[in-house]
């Protein structure tokens, strides 16, 4: 039997389990008339934290392209707001931001109105625009966390700030900072948040698989200018496209991280920063290798995708000073939030807590793997590099 039956068969005992979708045997059904969904994400991160909520919404008929995540230039926030600072972002640097990306968004899609959902400073920058003349184009919005503090708001506005009765029209949901302890939305939030733009509860919160996997996104890179020089004013990343970029694919073991051949895909991106899109396979796992000029060679390792994305941004990584003597450097990633054990085991090269980086003191040549248990288990194995040689590795989590 040929791999693509298997993975179908295997799709459709998905579905059958899941016994939700029992009138639609091909995925589920999608919804027409629906308002497309803004995310602004918070202080220092990237449009990639959305990517499993994303999913979630897919998998109850949400399509693609009415979802949004955008991607903040310089994500991290001034020190002090009132303050010019190389490399950050004020208050109205968001704000002008999101008033021109929604405006892009009304026009591609024809819509009314928009659904804002923001986390963070993103749910600050949503509150800004509704505030600031833009609540005729919005008719929800959910705040994930605002009163989380983040830098340049050391004290953030209470939650009835950010509830329905400050607004005209605009009907928001609150989420504390206190619930959003495990990442971006939890499952139950996600059910949470389809009931209030919909008033329908989700048929399903599980990620429904795609047997068709088409992956793209930007290669992203550090400092004022993604193609300025390396230093030690610039060690931070900018959520901007690196020029001259290039990316290779490589399927690789699940258990040993080795590559199971040549690359599978390669690219030179393009003016914006798209390296994709690149058709994955259900089930596999893959190392992104991003090669740019003035970056370490970076090995990006990432756990079986059961969908396709828009939003699998590739960041290009320096090496920092203090890593210089190393042998190896493995840094971990969550996407979505927090590595605190204490709400999920998680695991970093057997270590729990475990460290956001590894610097190896001695030469090795072996795999290295992280796990986290949220919805399911998710492992992912990659390999040490040398760093010796301008090799970093970074191990990214989804769940």
Known sequence: MSK??????????????????????YGPKARGDVSPIVFVHGDNESAGVWQDLIWRFESNGWPRQQLFALQQPYPRARDDDARAQAGRSSDADELEFLKVEIAKIIEKTGAQQVVLVGRGRGAFAARNYILSGGEENVSKAIFAGPDQPWIGMKNPLPLSDYESAVFKTAKSLVIAR???????????????????????????????????????GLVTGMGLQSADPAGAKEDYFNNMPVPKARVEVFEVQRDTGLRLGPAVYQKVVDANGHWGPFRAQQGSLYEFVVHAPGYAVT???????????????????????????????????????SLDPSF?????????????????????????????????VERVTGRTWPAKESHVVRLELTQ
């Open 299 to 337: 090995h990006i390792y990432r756990s079986p995708f059961p969908r396709g994305s828009n939003n699998l941004n590739l960041k290009a990584s320096r090496i920092s000073d203090e890593d210089l003597p190393a042998f190896s450097i493995i840094a971990l990633e969550r996407l979505r939030g």
């Open 4 to 25: 693509r039956f298997l993975l179908a068969v295997w799709i459709l005992v998905t579905v059958f389990s899941m016994g939700t979708f029992s009138g639609c045997a």
């Open 178 to 216: 206190a619930d959003q302890h495990d990442g971006t939305f939890t499952a139950d939030q996600f059910a949470d948040s389809f009931l209030f733009i919909t008033g329908q509860r989700p048929a399903s919160l599980t990620i429904w698989p795609q047997l068709e996997i088409v992956l793209n």
């Open 344 to 376: 999920h085991q998680v695991e970093f090269d057997g270590q729990s807590p475990p460290p956001r980086k590894i610097t190896l003191t001695r030469l090795q040549n072996r795999a290295i793997s992280a796990e986290i248990h949220v919805d399911s």
